[in-house]
């Protein structure tokens, strides 16, 4: 047999490293940023083109290449931050593996200008899927410029599994925030097809902070500092209404490096027992600062893991640094969370609830049948819906909108599924969660909560179809100062909220004013609501491959609906139940969740033997 094991090519090897180094786009950005700062830059520019699956350009004024390290700068290994292994446990440079700008270049075409501020001419070099393509002076302004185009060009697959523009932009914004939070010395910028998406001056670290998190943090942080011989502790928590119910907003550095650790992530949360409602998660931002040799960076190409020689004694002076700081702003468990902080939302349903009841029906709401007047309930269910095949039609077609689950509900269920509220008889609540009813073969229970998001949810998607919701003018607009990440998020659904309703103007790039809110919604507190809505969505974001509009009407519909707890009249039950009856699909929300279960008389029986 001959031989048969043979060297890879440089090419191949580098490709297959690039899987491990450059995931995405946003890879791409952290590695090329993070080299800007091991070259001393105090300004740095991002610029990308389609979330940079076009083009990533990171320009940075730090100390530049000479002709012959703009060359060697691509060779895989090639670093100058290590020259020997013990240099290993001593690392304060953000790279060291030099293997990033080698992976880079073996999976899209690259251009590096760079020039040395002695010099009197730079060096120009192309290179492209690990072949030079040319290396020539140039004039240009000191500092280096990396272009990264067309990413993954020779690698389909890659570029095949990439997520849409907007969570691949999400996840750059997310890599450049987390440099900029630990480097509030250095000007950072973020441009996304020629439109600025932020830009960070240089300032102290709590201001940066509340620059790359919003304005409204600033009376919301805690500070935390703790020196101890093995580690010291410092940075920021949130007070407890800066909780949220999605992560997003705990960041770890360790030397000024982002990582991520459950284990320490449960030091902060544990701090933070009894303080905070369940299910809500503590903003924080917690530098870690420990001497080189005590921790091993090197287990992860990405290097957002690390290894801590004394874990346990770490997470114990976390807990107590944590402790002490919330004590020492009398932060305690004796704070009383019953209420959810985050959700103060008025809807039509709650005023209707200290007024007298007075059910005015809109002719304009039944956008889906022919007469929306008042009729018998039987009437409408089992008339004009259970025998309506296209109907049955419609709501399989909506189905394959809003979630692959709710397609398969649907299919699975067929129209005897739909109920029945007979003439005269009367829906009762239960535990202020449930209503119930009578029909002819059995009960219905409903959940009011989820029934009122249908019915919301709905009409929200109507509206935004239509795109004309009727706007109630806000007698004082309202500015609100949201994160960079918030405000791309909300011009990203401009045009949909507005089809609401709403009326927004941006009176800076890091605020929006609201101007007028939709009447429907009966938004009274607009700041507070921006902030659960934003939340709401967030939470939604990762949980289906729903698109944007399906979100953004989910979302609205879960701030604006009644909740559970909540009393209701006889009236708004029978309101709500119509309502649900007119729906195209009243029997699951989005998630593929019921919004009310039958029990049949034969089931009953059967429990009764
Ligand atoms: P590493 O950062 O691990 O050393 P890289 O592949 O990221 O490996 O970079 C290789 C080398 O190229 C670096 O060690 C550095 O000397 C040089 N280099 C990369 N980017 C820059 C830059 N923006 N300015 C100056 N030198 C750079
Ligand atoms: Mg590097």
């Given at each position: 047999m001959p031989d048969i094991i043979q060297l890879l090519p440089d090419s191949v090897a580098n490709q297959i490293a690039a899987g491990e180094v450059v995931q995405r786009p946003a890879s791409a950005v952290k590695e090329l940023v993070e080299n800007a700062i091991d070259a001393g830059a105090d300004t740095i520019r991002v610029i990308v083109k389609d979330a940079g699956k076009t083009l990533i350009q990171v320009v940075d004024n730090g100390k530049g290449m000479s002709a012959m390290d703009a060359r060697m700068c691509f060779e895989r290994h090639a670093t100058s931050k290590i020259k020997k292994s013990e240099d290993l446990f001593h690392i304060l440079t953000k790279g060291f593996r030099g293997e990033a700008l080698a992976s880079i270049a073996a999976i899209a075409q690259v251009e590096l200008k760079t020039r040395q501020s002695q010099d009197e001419l730079g060096t120009q070099v192309e290179i492209e899927g690990s072949k030079f393509k040319s290396s020539e002076p140039i004039s240009c302004p000191a500092g280096t410029s990396f272009s990264i185009k067309n990413l993954f060009f020779n690698v389909p697959a890659r570029r095949y599994f990439l997520k849409s523009d907007g969570i691949e932009l999400k996840h750059i914004m997310d890599e450049v925030q987390r440099v900029a939070l630990t480097h509030p010395d250095i000007e950072f910028s973020l441009h996304h097809n020629g439109a600025e998406l932020f830009s960070f001056v240089k300032t102290n670290l709590r201001q940066r902070i509340v620059h790359v998190l919003g304005a409204r943090y600033n009376e919301k942080l805690v500070p935390v500092s703790e020196e101890t011989d093995i580690v010291g502790v410092s940075g920021f928590i949130g007070k407890?209404?800066?909780?949220?119910?999605?992560?997003?907003e705990q960041f770890f550095f360790v030397n000024n490096r982002f990582i991520k650790n459950a284990y320490l992530h449960h030091a902060v949360m544990s701090a933070y027992e009894q303080i905070l409602p369940d299910g809500h998660f503590p903003l924080y931002l917690i530098y870690l600062d420990i001497d080189?040799?005590?921790?091993?960076?090197?287990?992860h190409p990405t290097k957002t893991e690390i290894k801590f020689q004394d874990e346990r004694a770490i997470y114990a002076i976390l807990h107590a640094a944590i402790k002490r700081a919330l004590g020492k702003n009398n932060i305690?468990?004796?704070?009383?969370?019953?209420?959810?902080?985050?959700i103060a939302i008025t809807t039509p349903l709650t005023h209707q609830e200290i007024k007298v009841p007075e059910i005015k029906v809109?002719?304009?709401?039944?956008?889906?049948?022919?007469s929306s007047k008042r009729e018998s309930l039987a009437q409408r269910w089992g008339g004009e819906r259970a025998g309506n095949s296209k109907g049955w039609a419609e709501l399989l077609e909506i189905s394959k909108m809003v979630s692959p689950q709710e397609e398969h509900v649907a299919t699975l269920s067929g129209t005897s599924d739909l109920f029945e509220l007979e003439e005269g008889i009367q829906p009762i609540q239960l535990h202020r969660k449930y209503i119930f009813f009578a029909e002819e073969n059995g009960l219905i229970l409903v959940d009011q909560q989820r029934a009122h998001r249908r019915v919301l949810f709905e009409r929200y998607l109507l509206l935004m179809e239509r795109g004309k919701g009727s706007v109630q003018q806000l007698l004082f607009p309202e500015e609100i100062e949201l994160s960079p990440a918030d405000i791309h998020l909300i011009k990203e659904m401009e045009g949909d909220i507005q089809s609401l309703g709403f009326e927004i103007s941006w009176p800076s790039a890091t605020s929006l004013e609201i101007r007028g809110v939709p009447t429907e919604a009966n938004i009274s507190d607009v700041g507070g609501w921006i902030e659960s809505f934003l939340e709401l969505f967030k939470n939604e974001a990762?949980?289906?491959?729903?698109g944007l509009r399906e979100k953004t009407a989910w979302a609205m519909a879960s701030g604006t609906s009644i909740r559970y707890g909540q009393m209701l009249t006889t009236p708004e039950m029978q309101e709500l139940l119509e309502r649900l009856s007119q729906c195209?699909?009243?029997?699951?929300i989005p998630s593929g969740k019921p919004v009310y279960l039958r029990i049949s008389l034969n089931e009953l029986a059967q429990q009764f033997k």
């Open positions: 407890p209404d800066a909780s949220r119910k999605t992560r997003g080189p040799d005590l921790i091993d960076i090197n287990i305690t468990p004796s704070l009383d969370f019953s209420q959810d902080p985050s809109n002719p304009d709401y039944n956008p889906f049948g022919e990762h949980s289906s491959t729903v195209k699909q009243p029997q699951v």
